[in-house]
């Protein structure tokens, strides 16, 4: 698949070729799926947590006498039935993460990329870098690409001056080649990368490199 390099300024430099075995695969929906709902469960604090009957603070003596009021028969003022009282069944802290097979995760990221390249919504920059460190500067190069979108940047290395310009940017998601997120991917509107990343992704996802 060829895809149009273009300058920082908007401009179309040269063409690069996309390895089909990252960006041109059929897409599963199925490995998609997977691949963002283990992320949000890894994501959950679980931390969330209720008082049963035996913690609630009150006294275990009966209100009133078992028989003879007319009422009905209960216990302490610590039931769940009473104001003030524990839950019956309530949340406990607990851990939501799980893992899924390195292959399926894998799988869901080419697929991801390969639904981005064919749609259209993939577009591949020169390599550049933000010496200031400033969001504005950052700003001025995404617009030539961008506007008010769900956009994702994706970075050849961990370049911290990007990283110190992005942090400030509504809607912007920086991601670095060889540490995608599928959720992030998945929903941003507008994929720019950096022609050396495109190098690096087809290096890190090569199926040789799978079979190890």
Not at 11 to 25: A, H, N, S
Not at 60 to 70: D, L, V
Not at 135 to 160: C, G, M, Q, S
Not at 175 to 182: P, S, T, V
Request: contains cysteine.
């Amino acid at each position: 698949m060829e895809k149009k390099v273009y300058s920082t300024s908007g401009k179309e430099l040269r063409t690069i070729t996309l390895d089909d075995k990252v960006f041109g695969l059929p897409v599963n929906d199925d490995v998609i799926y997977y691949a963002i709902t283990n992320e949000l469960a890894n994501r959950r604090v679980g931390t969330a947590c209720t008082k049963t009957r035996s913690e609630v603070h009150g006294s275990n003596a009966k209100p009133y006498k078992q028989k003879g009021t007319g009422n009905a028969r209960r216990g302490d003022k610590k039931s769940p039935i009473m104001v003030g009282g524990g839950t019956i069944f309530g949340p406990k802290p607990r851990d939501f993460s799980y893992s899924i097979p390195k292959k399926a995760k894998r799988l869901a990221m080419k697929s991801i990329l390969s639904a981005h390249a064919q749609g259209e919504r993939l577009t591949v920059v020169e390599d550049f870098t933000v010496e200031s460190g400033k969001t504005k500067d950052l700003v001025t190069i995404l617009n030539n690409f961008a506007k008010d979108e769900r956009t994702v940047l994706i970075l050849k290395d961990d370049d911290a001056k990007i990283k110190q310009a992005a942090r400030n940017i509504p809607n912007l998601t920086f991601l670095a080649y060889n540490r995608l997120e599928a959720h992030d991917l998945y929903y941003g509107r507008k994929i720019i990368i950096l022609e050396s990343a495109v190098k690096n992704l087809s290096e890190f996802y090569a199926e040789d490199k799978e079979a190890k």
